[in-house]
């Protein structure tokens, strides 16, 4: 299994970025994943899940309506598009493999594959 973030970047408070995670190793469309950050001095944070077919996704409260979680099956990639970025969301974005019986939200003491990170920085 393997898990490669992209698309991380330095970038302007209001501007937008979106990140890539290419998946191998395992059948994508199968599995819940997610994204999880996390921020210096205050630990990891789940952000997003998407289920296996794309159809169901959810947001933590800090980047509801600003982010978007989705998936591509056939390119076994996972994306969030990232828009109104704020300094705060300035943090280590991972995407991670849920485990075969998820749990909603759960990412952070659940998921069983990581990938190695991309870095955003919000800052003028």
Not at 10 to 23: D, E
Not at 99 to 122: L, N, R, S
Request: charged share 20%; glycine share 12%; net charge negative.
């Amino acid at each position: 299994v393997q898990l490669v973030e992209s698309g991380g970047g330095l970038v302007q408070p209001g501007g937008s970025l979106r990140l890539s995670c290419a998946a191998s190793g395992f059948t994508f469309s199968n599995y819940y994943m997610s994204w999880v950050r996390e921020i210096p001095g205050k630990g990891l944070e789940w952000v997003s899940d998407i289920d296996g077919g794309g159809g169901n996704t959810y947001y933590a409260d800090s980047v509801k309506g600003r982010f978007t979680i989705s998936r591509d099956n056939a390119k076994n990639t996972l994306y969030l598009q990232m828009d109104s970025l704020k300094p705060e969301d300035t943090a280590l974005y991972y995407c991670a493999r849920n485990p075969p019986d998820p749990v909603q939200a759960m990412c952070i003491t659940e998921c069983d594959y990581w990938g190695q990170g991309t870095q955003v920085t919000v800052s003028s």
